[in-house]
């Protein structure tokens, strides 16, 4: 069992940066790939970026790649998320999720994921 808690989120103006923390309970964190999803209102959660057990390999939607990174301490039990030139259209809940798998990538997607976070608001001003 793995409980996470999300943490870092907030109003900040386009062009801006935040960085999302993902801390979990359990001593077998290193096993789970982790995930980070959005959803907007109105719309259906989404894919943001992947990592695996190890932190050796991520994978990121097309429209933030180059824009934001996924990061992860496993000594920590804490998983990232950089998030930078930030845009109106980030606008949405964020939520951490984890599965428990020694695959090469993190799965993109939300199915393939066990455990959720409560998720944590970003908004981004115009």
């Known amino acids: 069992q793995v409980q996470l808690v999300e943490s870092g989120g907030g109003l900040v103006q386009a062009g801006g940066s935040l960085r999302l923390s993902c801390a979990a309970s359990?001593?077998?964190?290193?096993?789970?790939?982790m995930g980070w999803f959005r959803q907007a209102p109105g719309k259906e959660r989404e894919f943001v970026a992947s990592i695996n057990w190890s932190g050796a390999s991520t994978r990121y939607a097309d429209s933030v790649k180059g824009r934001f990174t996924i990061s992860r301490d496993n000594a920590k039990n804490t998983g990232y998320l950089q998030m930078n030139s930030l845009k109106p259209e980030d606008t949405a809940v964020y939520y951490c999720a984890a599965t428990q798998t020694l695959g090469f990538f993190g799965p993109v997607d939300k199915y393939a994921y066990d455990y959720w976070g409560q998720g944590t608001q970003v908004t981004v001003s115009s």
């Open positions: 359990g001593r077998t964190f290193s096993t789970y790939a």
